[in-house]
């Protein structure tokens, strides 16, 4: 069975200029999130999504963050525009429900200049 | 918030015992995690413990917990070179899988 999927692995990207980070979780996980990774750093959550409804928004900096997840499957986050210290890892997980194990992608890389 | 503080950095020698800690301040604490995370990957569970338990043991691994200090550890025994990674403590606060992650303790085992 696939794991969670991220792309891309990579970005360099000059600030001020936007960027967009892709997510496919597991089969079947109606439960997604997106967490910042900063570097010596812990993940923190962004934001978690119940099927296409995004639950917990809190600490998502909504004046250039924006996240979405159309039809409760893949999901996208956006940075516009992007900003030095937006420089970090920016982690996918999803889970089968709210109260399960949550199963960690790769990461998506992000270097602003 | 929770606070979830953890050492930076641990050495040991292939074959020895290894043990991780962690600290937080949420009593209320319900369920507590170690994750592993290797070089350019996702974070994996490796093991938990649910807030009404003193210890969990699976295979190598030994999860302690001390609710009145709110201290956790993770102990490797036979610690092995695959082991060398970043081991995160995380603690879900509302029991709602809403996870406070500690700023992970970089082990590295010595051939």
């Excluded at chain 1, 956006?78 to 949550?102: F, H, R, T, W």
């Excluded at chain 2, 292939?14 to 209320?28: F, Q």
Aim: hydrophobic share 35%; net charge negative.
């Amino acid at each position: 069975e696939a794991g969670v999927v991220q792309s891309p692995r990579y970005k360099i990207i000059e600030k001020k200029q936007p960027v967009a980070f892709w997510c496919n979780p597991i089969s079947g996980h109606n439960t997604l999130y997106w967490y910042l990774q900063n570097l010596g750093q812990g993940p923190e959550l962004l934001i978690r999504y119940e099927n296409e409804e995004a639950v917990d928004d809190s600490q998502l900096p909504k004046d250039r963050f924006s996240a979405e997840r159309l039809k409760g499957v893949d999901s996208t986050l956006k940075i516009q525009p992007a900003e030095l210290g937006d420089s970090a890892v920016y982690l996918c997980a999803s889970s089968l429900a709210l109260d399960n194990e949550q199963f960690f992608g790769p990461g998506t890389r992000l270097t602003v200049l | 918030g929770e606070d979830v503080e953890q050492s930076l950095f641990l050495s040991v020698r292939e074959g020895d015992s290894s043990v991780i800690n962690c600290t937080y301040t949420d009593s209320s604490s319900t369920y507590l995690y170690w994750y592993k995370q290797e070089p350019g990957a996702g974070l994996q569970l490796l093991t938990y413990i649910f807030s009404n338990m003193d210890m969990k043991q699976d295979q190598r691994l030994t999860v302690l917990l001390n609710k009145k200090d709110k201290h956790l550890s993770l102990r490797i025994a036979d610690t092995q070179t695959g082991d060398s990674a970043i081991y995160f403590c995380a603690v879900d606060q509302t029991g709602a899988n809403n996870l406070f992650f500690g700023t992970g303790t970089r082990l590295t085992v010595i051939p």
